[in-house]
């Protein structure tokens, strides 16, 4: 019915999210709203638990936080047994202001700064990825002056193209993330890493990118990262004990969308890992992955008020939202395509083709373009499905307009996960 399994409609007819009714929400808690589907969160996380335990048997799933980031929604990961992935001291702090524990946590970056690496340090955690070697000899010292080994991964760039948006393709050597395998930079890094007395290395990391339908990228990096790791194995002859092998499934967006099923994923990667090893004689590494958008992304929509409507003749119709690339900047960005229900009568006939435009002072606020909607009148709630992931995170204060709350639903009932931001909270850094 919907793009996603969070959504359904009620006796009224009404958009239910987490079987709460969006209407009632949008009232109770006002507009622009995030509302996220707790089970749904859930859900996710079991499937991708579940599939790695069936197909691999050893490994971490780890949220990658940035794309959707907060207190509560570590307290579910937590429960749910997953890791995380963290990319920032705000990260790691909202993780510690849960009790995160630090043997979950993998913190990425490709220029952490030193508190940000002492930080981790002091927290435990035993996965830093190291981007560079600048970063490897600044994380060796701080290890040393606190007495303490470091645990890192490297992170590597596979070389693979995985057919994505350019913006967020990061696998390739022109990539301001991690080291080359085809320069030679990434074995230089190891054979340093190995030598030195306070780092230990636990693992190599590759991430190809974001929102991947196709399985077969994801089957080329494991199989370049088992070579290298037999190479760093035979050359070497040191043991790397963990692979991660990143985010980036496809999550379903539009109705169109086909994403390949996570189960589908693990199984030909586990095959490849598994088959990879076989051959080259090698142990199996503790296999770790990191999906972000597919946790997040269908278990959230965004509610908004609309506003006025502008007709151009010829050229197109506007419809107005109170709310705008400020809480949703992936139109924007990335012409990221989204669908768009009235909340009111979701299953409606879609009779007409909008563009809708936020509230920003800026002519690319745009939430989409040609989106087809029911009809609406100004005052009418309205719902973008699927914006659980990298709307909330990317969220911005431009033009001083206030963060919407999120509310978090579990079997319709709602909660606060993080409160709506208030002009003084706006001004509240201002001297
Ligand atoms: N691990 C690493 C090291 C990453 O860099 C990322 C995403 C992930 C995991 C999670 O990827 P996911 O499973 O969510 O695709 N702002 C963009 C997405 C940027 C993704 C960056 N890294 C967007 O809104 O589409």
Redesign the pocket.
């Known amino acids: 019915m919907f793009v996603s399994d969070s959504l359904n409609v009620n006796a009224q007819g009404h958009l239910t999210v987490g079987g709460a009714d969006a209407v009632t929400l949008a009232q109770e808690y006002g507009t622009p709203l995030y509302v996220m589907d707790e089970m749904g969160i859930r859900e996710n996380c079991r499937q991708f638990k579940a599939s790695i335990d069936r197909y691999y048997g050893r490994g971490l799933v780890c949220y990658?936080s940035?794309?959707f980031c907060c207190k509560e929604m570590y307290r579910i990961i937590k429960s749910e047994g997953l890791g995380i992935?963290v990319?920032s001291g705000g990260e790691l702090y909202t993780a510690q202001g849960v009790a995160f524990p630090a043997d979950r946590i993998v913190f990425?970056g490709n220029n952490k700064t030193r508190q940000e690496l002492e930080m981790a340090l002091d927290y435990g955690v035993t996965r830093i990825?190291v981007d560079n070697l600048d970063e490897l000899a600044a994380l060796n010292q701080l290890a040393g002056e606190r007495g303490v080994k470091a645990g890192i991964m490297f992170?590597i760039k596979p070389g693979i193209d995985a057919h994505t948006?350019s913006?967020?393709q990061?696998g390739q050597i022109d990539s301001k993330?991690g080291l080359a395998l085809e320069t030679g930079e990434a074995m230089e890094a190891v054979r340093e890493a190995i030598k030195l007395q306070h780092i230990e290395l636990v693992g190599l990391?590759c991430?190809i990118?974001?929102?991947?339908f196709d399985i077969a990228p994801f089957e080329l990096a494991a199989q370049v990262m088992i070579d290298f790791l037999y190479r760093i194995q035979s050359e070497l002859g040191y043991t790397v004990k963990e692979l991660n092998l990143?985010?980036?499934?496809g999550v379903k967006y539009l109705s169109t969308d086909e994403p390949a099923p996570y189960d589908a994923y693990m199984e030909r990667v586990s095959a490849v890992v598994r088959s990879q090893c076989a051959r080259l004689g090698m142990a199996e590494p503790f296999v770790l992955i990191?999906?972000?958008?597919?946790i997040a992304a269908p278990t959230g929509v965004t509610l908004y008020t609309v506003g006025n409507r502008k007709d151009i003749p010829g050229v197109r119709s506007y419809l107005a939202i109170d709310g705008g690339m400020g809480d949703n900047p992936?139109y924007a960005?990335?012409q990221?395509a989204y669908e768009i229900v009235a909340a009111a009568h979701p299953l409606g006939e879609k009779t007409q083709q909008v563009t809708v435009a936020g509230k920003c002072c800026e002519s690319g606020d745009l939430i989409g373009e040609g989106m087809a909607l029911q009809p609406v009148q100004p005052g009418d709630i309205v719902a973008v499905l699927a914006t659980g992931?990298?709307n909330y995170s990317?969220s911005s204060n431009y033009n001083r307009i206030p963060r919407p709350a999120v509310v978090m639903v579990r079997d319709g009932q709602a909660r606060i996960a993080v409160e709506r931001e208030s002009y003084e909270d706006v001004v509240r850094n201002d001297r």
Not at 209 to 212: A, T, V, Y
Not at 246 to 249: I, L, M, S, T
Not at 290 to 294: F, K, L, M, T, Y
Request: no cysteine; hydrophobic share 35%.
């Open positions: 990658a940035k794309a992935d990319v990425h990825v992170r948006h913006f967020i990061t993330f990391h991430h990118g974001s929102q991947i990143g985010g980036g499934f990191e999906p972000g958008r597919a992936r960005l990335y990221s992931a990298y990317m």
